[in-house]
């Protein structure tokens, strides 16, 4: 199957890079410059760059780039705070405000033509999800030690058989139920925008989705972070 049009597919063809025409490329190469991982690539550059270009010098009395970033950290914080404790959205602020942002600007990103979502591939999501899963687990031992076993053996001893293996089971769904809930959301949008392109026309056809395709952005990666707030502290809780 042949890559789409992507902007930086291209510019990789010109300098003579070898582009995969398909999800991975075959060697190291290829697969270093597969889409998902240059528009990656991308959205971190976009997120490092454009805080430094807006906001500039922190001051006293905020401009209108500091004032956005204020609220928008701002906003983030309170929102775990009300569902993790100040403590715990303290401690896991840098790692969950990353991942709304990147999610975020990754979802939309692929709503320009020549661009693609990074979290439209599994294996994004799915590292994402990696990550999340280990932290909920180093957070549960972190705070109980040993004692965190209780959170998988169920309110009373004789039902320790039967709540287990359902508690490991349920904790192993999450890796899919995050990565692919992301993952098949994103595809379905990048895949129905392309097939209304080709059917519809360039513009008016797909600007319905598109507007669906922001909202779907927005509550994919707000759903995302939610769940692993859930996740951090439901582990870092006392088991009853």
Known sequence: MEHPILF???LLEAIGLPVPHG????????????PHLTYTWL???FLILTPKLTMGKIEMIPGKGQNFWEAVVGGMEGFMAENMGKEGARMMFPMLATFALYILVANMIGLM??????TSNLNITLGCTLIVFVTTHILGVKFHGPAYIKHF?????????LMFPIELISHLARILSLSIRLFGNIMAKETLLGILFLLAGAFFGPLPILC???????VQS????LLSILYFSAAMEHAH
């Open 23 to 34: 999800l991975v490329g075959d060697t190291l190469m290829a697969k270093l410059v597969s």
């Open 222 to 225: 707000l759903v995302f972070v």
């Open 212 to 218: 669906l395709g922001v909202l779907v952005s927005v």
């Open 8 to 10: 930086i597919s291209l």
């Open 43 to 45: 959205v971190m550059i």
């Open 153 to 161: 053996l169920g309110p009373i001893p004789w039902l320790i058989p």
């Open 113 to 118: 033509p020549g661009f693609m979502s990074p």
